[in-house]
């Protein structure tokens, strides 16, 4: 199965459904066969391989926790459509006979709780984590969604020099960034681009700060893996994996999964804190060496009376996978929740005083409601402090007329001395004051009143390659400025080989 889409041209593409629910198969694993580059298919299940290696006769070899691997020949791939390939669930036999002795033996002598399995998983980091030195080279990306669509999608292609796990990574690793690019084919919302305010609130995160450590974006996204930065406090209610997890969380086993043929444990957990937030998440840990190979972890609200939805504040995946017996990062994807203050649908825009008429004259941006804004106490004039009183209002679509009562001797005192200073010109703006309150437009907006928008965050790194041999490190002034965003005149540093690495675009479908 295949349908058309509007894209950049050089590429074959895919896209992953489960075969029974019909869903998107969310970062799957999708390697070319036989050699070290692949990608990890995105959050509508979608992937793209460059041309070059369907017109060389290779093969994908594409693997999905919880589900049965594929063995797919790029030759059925073409450039005009997506390739829709269907993927089927693992079935966990209970036949002790398809289980290898290996998966088992942990299980026979004694039974493990779901704490106790966590605990080992833990304790093994230092074993199941690379000690020396190595290098991946990925794919980044950081962007917003508004409305269910990619907004402001910046993309880069890094190697990164990692010193192993007794380094402090945010210290002591280093970025070297291939190519970066704003990528103008998905909309860029100025507003949405607009850094994190706690002062003004023009920009939050509700109930959340997010620790940067002085790094940019990249940097961000790497303290919140909790396996690599598992000595650092990242963030709660994991805070420091090694010391504070297992006391701040309950656990409960569940079904097992399969990962690339062999049975996991699958440990369910929430928070033991009581606290106004929802906490919920995942660890999959191997049961012959409790190597962890994914870490899911979602912080929510709580429903409210009258909605049980519950809207993400901040969720954190990591996925590792096994190489030479030991865990490298495969992809790591975060995303928290934000609010934009957005301007007044209805504002006041401005109020003068005519003296000829003597009659104030307010402005606003829409017709107004008459049955609102037809009420004298909802308008506050004041001259030198002093309120003037009305004793009628005129609407006209978007203008309201107000008249002074003349017969009360302190407004007629206020109006004659603003027009002698009018005459003279030595009227001070600043002495006139509006206030309105209450009144709405004809859609019922209310006047000022601000609204915020929420939008989701996203910032994720997909590996393409790993490499285990020792890199020489680019010079300091070829590496990434880890304190200067990302995508600001940043030093490009491309190897010889830069063309066996690309940007895995997420689709973008034509609405036709």
């Given at each position: 199965m295949a349908f058309c889409f509007g894209q950049e041209s050089g590429f074959v593409r895919g896209q992953l459904l489960d075969i029974e629910s019909g869903q998107p198969v969310v970062f799957a694993t999708v390697k070319i066969k036989d050699k070290?580059?692949?990608?990890?298919?995105?959050?509508?299940?979608?992937?793209?391989?460059?041309?070059?290696?369907?017109?060389?006769?290779?093969?994908?070899?594409?693997?999905?926790?919880?589900?049965?691997?594929?063995?797919?020949?790029?030759?059925?791939?073409?450039?005009?459509?997506?390739?829709?390939?269907?993927?089927?669930?693992?079935?966990?036999?209970?036949?002790?006979?398809?289980?290898?002795?290996?998966?088992?033996?942990?299980?026979?002598?004694?039974?493990?709780?779901?704490?106790?399995?966590?605990?080992?998983?833990?304790?093994?980091?230092?074993?199941?984590?690379?000690?020396?030195?190595?290098?991946?080279?990925?794919?980044?990306?950081?962007?917003?969604?508004?409305?269910?669509?990619?907004?402001?999608?910046?993309?880069?292609?890094?190697?990164?020099f990692d010193q192993g796990l007794n380094a402090i990574d945010y210290e002591t690793s280093k970025v070297s960034i291939y190519n970066y690019r704003q990528n103008k084919d998905f909309p860029i919302d100025s507003i949405g681009l607009k850094p994190y305010d706690y002062k003004g609130f023009t920009k939050t995160i509700s109930k959340a700060i997010l620790s940067s450590y002085g790094g940019n974006e990249y940097v961000i996204l790497r303290i919140h893996d909790p396996i690599r930065n598992y000595k650092i406090n990242s963030f709660d209610f994991v805070n420091r994996f090694d010391d504070d997890f297992t006391r701040n969380h309950i656990f409960s086993k569940d079904e097992d999964v399969i990962v690339e043929g062999e049975y996991v444990y699958h440990i369910t957990f929430t928070t033991a804190k009581q606290n106004q937030l929802d906490v919920a998440g995942h660890v999959y840990i191997a049961k012959d060496n409790f190597a962890i190979h994914g870490f899911d972890y979602v912080i929510a609200d709580k429903p409210t009376r009258n909605s049980s939805v519950k809207p993400v504040i901040f969720e954190t995946k990591v996925e590792y996978r096994e190489e030479n017996n030991k865990m490298y990062l495969s992809y790591h994807s975060m995303n928290n929740s934000f609010k934009l203050l957005k301007p007044p649908k209805f504002q006041f825009l401005e109020g003068i005083f005519n003296p000829n008429k003597k009659q104030f004259v307010l402005m606003f941006n829409n017709n107004l409601d008459v049955n609102s804004g037809g009420i004298l106490s909802r308008y506050n004039i004041r001259f030198q402090g002093k309120k003037i009183k009305f004793r009628s209002i005129l609407i006209a679509d978007n203008e309201v007329s107000l008249e002074p009562n003349m017969e009360i001797k302190g407004n007629r005192d206020i109006i004659n001395e603003m027009i002698e200073l009018i005459k003279k010109e030595k009227i001070n703006v600043g002495d006139l004051q509006f206030e309105v309150n209450r009144i709405k437009d004809m859609n019922g907006n209310v006047v000022n009143e601000f609204e915020y928008e929420k939008r989701n965050q996203f910032r994720e790194f997909f590996v393409q390659e790993l490499q285990l041999e020792p890199s020489i490190v680019p010079k300091d002034n070829l590496l990434m400025k880890k304190n200067r965003p990302l995508f600001n005149d940043q030093p490009i540093n491309k190897p010889d080989n830069f063309k066996d690495y690309w940007m895995n675009t997420p689709l973008q479908f034509n609405k036709n």
């Open positions: 070290a580059l692949g990608v990890i298919s995105n959050t509508d299940g979608g992937f793209q391989i460059p041309l070059k290696y369907k017109l060389e006769g290779d093969v994908l070899e594409i693997s999905s926790m919880g589900y049965e691997s594929l063995e797919v020949p790029l030759v059925v791939f073409n450039t005009e459509t997506i390739q829709v390939l269907n993927m089927k669930p693992s079935i966990l036999e209970l036949d002790e006979v398809t289980v290898s002795k290996k998966r088992r033996t942990k299980e026979r002598y004694y039974k493990l709780t779901a704490r106790e399995i966590v605990q080992k998983a833990i304790k093994n980091l230092p074993l199941n984590l690379p000690q020396n030195p190595y290098t991946y080279i990925g794919y980044y990306r950081d962007y917003q969604f508004k409305d269910g669509n990619y907004t402001n999608l910046n993309e880069a292609l890094l190697q990164i």
